[in-house]
């Protein structure tokens, strides 16, 4: 891609457009109350999937952009488990009695901070508030450096079917920058221990745009992961914000790649990718074809939500810990992201929630192209308008943007459908921010 093109459309501010309206169009108005209300709306027999947030970390990585805390002790993480329990409670509460439950996801943070035993509990307790159906997936966040034989027994008895396991690089240097270092013979001594175990969906997330990064270093990263054989890659571009994550202001600006040599590594990484076999899905991820993400995507029910890419097709998220997004009918959730605002919420009885958005029919329409734009690197503008009631012609007319990136060959437009050309799936981000109107501020009539 030329230079000028990178620099031009890489804007490093963009949202990543994983939902709609984005996190910083949330509200106080939206709260606890308005939460009680869509919560008690919620259809009884629709699935439902649950995201539960653990703050907590043994090593903080440098790079890491998630609010998380440092803790190598277990009264912290006890304490925070006493609270998620009491909101599970208030949740169960507003909700139709034991809505079925598809998905289950531990994010974090490192969610295998709990205690095995306390793990267990924690998962009877969901259990007994929702219906999980037989082929409810549940998946975690694993950091491998910190799993113990005992926990991944816990995880198989639980019936953690995906573990998504961080490994970000292998290069020694690159690690030793980003203060999480991590050898190819314990990532691969926890993914053989895993599969032993039954959790044979094994995810790896993997950052080019770090210091002292060089395409050498991510190939050889990638080749290392890929002798592995995990089912899909997650390949993020790390996103330098320092005036926002203190932690990172740890970190050698001046080993920092630049734009070009961003977009170089991650070409490379892909190229090494599909070259083994895998399939690209949207933006930055990666699955092997017989992998639920890959048929989702060749199915055209690919969908993003505020995780990534997945195969979920629940409208429904709700969002447990501090921190997490829900995604109801009427609009988006998201609980306090301080643990003592969160424990304060709980422990008077109310939901969590500080803020949220309620979705107008614009906002769905939308949320519905960027989504298509994200996941399928097309969308045909008439037809989802004529879904959602609207007409296309004033919408495509709002959208400025989509004209200079036609001159600029980023899209082809043809009648109504946008084409992102896959040289520039890259800079899908520039094409879908052509559809935020808060962006733009200019909604269509």
Known sequence: MQTSLLNKYCDARLPWYT?????????????????????????????????????????????????????????????????????????????????PVSDVHFGGGTPTTIAPRDFLALMELLRHCFAFKKSATIAIEIDPRGVTPEMVETLQAAGVSRASIGVQSFDPVVQRSVNRVQSEVLTASVVETLRQHGINRINFDLLFGLPHQTVRSCVDTTRTALAMRPDRLAVFGYAHVPSYMKRQRQLDETALP??????????????????????????????????????????????????????????????????????????????????????????????????????????????????????????????????????????L???GRLGMLAKDGIVDIEKGLIRVKQEHRFVVRAVAAAFDTYLDRTPIS
């Open 19 to 99: 939902i709609y309206p984005t996190v910083r169009d949330f509200s106080a108005m939206v709260g606890a109350k308005t939460c009680e209300t869509w919560l008690r709306r919620l259809p009884p027999d629709e699935p439902v999937s649950l995201y539960i947030h653990v703050p907590f970390c043994r090593s903080i990585c440098w790079y890491c952009g998630f609010p998380t805390s440092l803790t190598r002790s277990e009264r912290p993480v006890r304490k925070y488990l006493a609270a998620l329990r009491e909101e599970i409670g208030l949740v169960a509460k507003q909700v139709p009695s034991a809505l």
């Open 258 to 395: 630049d734009n070009i040599a961003r977009a170089e590594q991650a070409a490379a990484i892909a190229n090494t990718l599909v070259s083994a076999g895998y399939r690209q899905v949207g933006l930055d991820h990666f699955a092997l074809p017989n992998d639920e993400l890959a048929l989702a995507q060749k199915a055209g029910r690919l969908r993003r939500n505020s995780l990534g890419y997945s195969a979920d097709t629940t409208k429904t998220v709700i969002g447990l810990g501090p921190y997490a997004i829900g995604r109801l009918r009427e609009g988006y959730v998201q609980n306090e992201i301080a643990t003592t605002s969160y424990y304060e919420h709980v422990r008077a009885g109310r939901l969590a929630t500080s803020k949220g958005y309620c979705l107008s029919a614009e906002d769905r329409l939308r949320a519905a192209i960027i989504e298509r734009l994200m996941c399928d690197l097309h969308a045909d503008i008439p037809a989802i308008c004529a879904a959602h009631g609207f007409d296309s012609i004033p919408l």
């Open 397 to 399: 007319k709002s959208a």
